[in-house]
T-cell receptor, first 114, second 109 residues
């Protein structure tokens, strides 16, 4: 398998603040990482593909200026939720594909915006 | 039509039962198929890949039917610890996975 870490695991913040979430592949390099969002009792929805050394690719309907993605190295991608609002409250999960082994998920970040 | 569809369940089965889930996909160009397990408020964890010839891992058997565009997961001798949501995932010729909504399994004593 492969290990992907994510930090923080939980965030509670006030409306209007920005929240940064880090995703790290611990024992392998990932030129691509994915960011998902999951609302209660719903499926994982892909938000964007994070590409090392280039711009992220966003899925339709996801605002790139609101969800800033930076893939700074082969083991780190960050997602910043800018000016968070209560409707942004969700479970944010990153993943990284390890060729030949599959796609591995971080433990997720539960964001609550008050 | 959704790209990947699953019966949300819940499937309530007694310990020791055999239970099967199906997952249909709409894109005939899909190339890779997976089953993930997700526990409540946790991230999905890869359960098994699904190979064309079908594959087995202990009590779990996965099968692919390309003609009918579905994959299946069979769990034999269900344990209480098998209670979870089972997600199927499909991708085409990109790295992106498309997930189903998941099928919830509840195993009772």
């Amino acid at each position: 398998g492969a290990v992907v870490s994510q930090h923080p695991s939980r965030v509670i913040c006030k409306s209007g603040t920005s929240v940064k979430i880090e995703c790290r592949s611990l024992d392998f390099q990932a030129t691509t990482m994915f960011w998902y969002r999951q609302f209660p009792k719903q499926s994982l929805m892909l938000m964007a593909t994070s590409n090392e050394g280039s711009k992220a690719t966003y899925e339709q309907g996801v605002e790139k200026d609101k969800f800033l993605i930076n893939h700074a190295s082969l083991t780190l991608s960050t997602l910043t939720v800018t000016s968070a609002h209560p409707e942004d409250s969700s479970f944010y999960i990153c993943s990284a594909p390890n060729p030949g082994l599959g796609e591995f998920f971080g433990p997720g970040t539960r964001l609550t915006v008050l | 039509r959704k790209e990947v569809e699953q019966d949300p369940g819940p499937f309530n089965v007694p310990e020791g039962a055999t239970v099967a889930f199906n997952c249909t996909y709409s894109n005939s160009a899909s190339q890779s198929f997976f089953w993930y397990r997700q526990d409540c408020r946790k991230e999905p964890k890869l359960l098994m890949s699904v190979y064309s010839s079908g594959n087995e891992d202990g009590r779990f058997t996965a099968q692919l039917n390309r003609a009918s565009q579905y994959i299946s997961l069979l769990i034999r001798d269900s344990k209480l610890s098998d209670s979870a949501t089972y997600l199927c995932a499909v991708n085409t010729n990109t790295d992106k996975l498309i997930f189903g909504t998941g099928t919830r399994l509840q195993v009772f004593p």
